[in-house]
């Protein structure tokens, strides 16, 4: 698969920049064209923090003319095991002013911009339009997938890397620049269940990794913006630490992705911090010990319809998801009839003995109205982790998915 160079070289590098950059200049395949190329380009990277760090000093130090950093935070003294960019004199500082500054010490011909705004709906386009191509660092999904879907919609390819403990993974994403290519939607079309993938934060990560896959990132950065090598298109690149094994899968463009696809279903932003369900604390307290796989509700159901157990379950989505699919012998009560207080009246009541089982799509509402009825003194409710994507996925292929 082919790359054509993002950017145009620019007219000339100066004695100092021939100095600096000589290393570069005499392998035949970057060359005088590809520094040109290099210094006339703009790259957005997406968070100074694990990833991000090792990939603004190396585009700095590559010669990367123009470079945008989007930061919000403050170096804590727990970043430094792994954000190299910042120093202990950072601590409590902006990132983003740290950042530029290592930049500026690395490489003062770099021209940086700091963009100290936590990247949402309202600001993405604006930050986003003038660069050739973004390095996202991010370390959540609900960013990650506004990363790919305002990039995919504004036409600027995007490396992305991630992160936990030992394990790395990498790919470029350029369906706009090679027919065929998958988005990150292709690869990863709904984000994992919440509480299944812990953050670096919750997890931990091997500080060096950072680096491992940092460098992968600025690896095909530099190659998309010169147009030499093999990209990492259509392809994930997989990094296993402890093994010291990197493989490579392909990525096919899914004809059904929800972007990128023929028929898509998500064609402006949307509300991402919702798809990806990041949930309470509320909630996350109430389904500690109260969660049921949907293989457990499956032998419930038998249970029940045997005449052995008793129990209510609700399907808290609303009125057209429950037309798409159900898990068979749910009722419908929308999450808003709990969070209003008219729900409890359509319950049975708390000392019935018949206990309450909640479910949605994902297990990220139900696990909210689990709270507001645990609350309201049903102690022994309980809802279904991963909800009908988990029964259609697990149980039921032949009902459809959404
Ligand atoms: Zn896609």
Known sequence: MSFPALVEPAD?????????????????????????????????????????SPALMYLAAAGVGTLGIVEFDEVDESNLQRQIIHGQSDVGRPKAVSAQESVAEVNPLVNVVVHAERLDNDNVYEIFEGYDL???????????????????????????????????????????????????????????????????????????????I???????????????????????????????EYRKLKVRKDPNCALCGENPTVTELIDYE??????????????????????TLEGMLKEREEGTRDFVLIDVREPNEYEINQIPGSVLIPKGEFLNGNALAQLPSVDSGTQVVLHCKSGVRSAECLAVIKGAGYDDAIHVGGGVVAWVNQIDPSQPAY
């Open 134 to 212: 973004i390095v996202d660092g991010t370390d959540n999904f609900a960013t990650r997938y506004l990363v790919n879907d305002a990039a995919y919609f504004l036409g600027i390819p995007y490396v992305w890397g991630s992160i936990y403990r030992f394990d790395g993974q990498a790919s470029l994403f350029a369906p706009k620049q090679v027919e065929g290519a998958p988005c990150y939607r292709c690869l990863y079309p709904e984000p994992p269940p919440p509480g299944m993938v812990p953050s670096c934060a919750e997890g931990g990560v091997l500080g060096v990794l950072c680096a491992s």
């Open 12 to 52: 000339a590098l100066t004695v100092d920049e021939v100095r600096r950059y000589s290393r570069h200049l005499i392998i035949p395949d970057v060359g005088m064209t590809g520094q040109k190329r290099l210094k006339n380009a703009k790259v957005l990277v997406i968070g100074a923090g694990g990833l991000g």
């Open 274 to 295: 919702y798809f990806c369900g990041a949930v309470s604390d509320e909630a996350a307290d109430a389904a500690a010990d109260a969660t049921i796989s949907v293989a």
């Open 214 to 244: 940092g460098s992968i990132q600025v690896n095909e950065a530099i190659k998309a913006l010169t147009g030499i090598g093999d990209p990492l298109v259509g392809k994930l690149m997989i990094y296993d630490a402890l093994e010291m």
